[in-house]
């Protein structure tokens, strides 16, 4: 996605991207249940539920900005740490309604090397 804003620009290649994604997402749907009333359903779920399509579309828009900057490795272990992370709080503390899990040592080990691993793949 990197090259790809290089070479038509951060933003174009961002939409050009979610436009692929919901078009394939559109043609495995009528594939897979062949109708598309569930869009239907989407609109009587929380707003909070439809966060998963923001912070994809935040992902696909940082993936394409920073890869240039910084490199596909950099990015990657950025991404992985940052999700680790965030999944470990939301388990945490029962965000979006997902059970709760301790956050223990281990966990933490966890999270604590991948950060020094992402620190050290930052490192020029």
């Keep these: 996605m990197g090259r790809f804003g290089d070479r038509i620009g951060s933003f174009e290649a ?3 991207a979610a436009l692929l994604t919901a078009a394939i997402a ?3 749907l009528l594939a897979v ?5 569930g869009f239907a359903d989407a ?4 707003p909070w539920m439809l966060l998963g ?3 994809g579309a935040f992902v696909v828009l940082t993936i394409t900005v920073t890869t240039p900057r910084l490199g596909v490795a950099a990015v990657v272990a950025l991404l992985i740490a940052g999700q680790l992370a965030m999944g470990a709080l939301i388990d945490r503390f029962g965000w979006f309604g997902v059970d709760r ?3 223990g ?3 933490l080990l ?3 090397l991948l950060a020094a691993g992402t620190a050290l793949v930052l490192r020029k």
């Design 101 to 103: 899990v301790p956050l």
């Design 14 to 16: 961002f939409a050009v």
């Design 33 to 37: 249940r062949r109708s598309l009333a």
């Design 53 to 55: 399509g923001v912070f």
């Design 110 to 112: 966890g999270i604590a």
């Design 26 to 28: 559109v043609v495995a």
């Design 43 to 46: 609109g009587d779920a929380p």
């Design 105 to 107: 040592w281990q966990r």
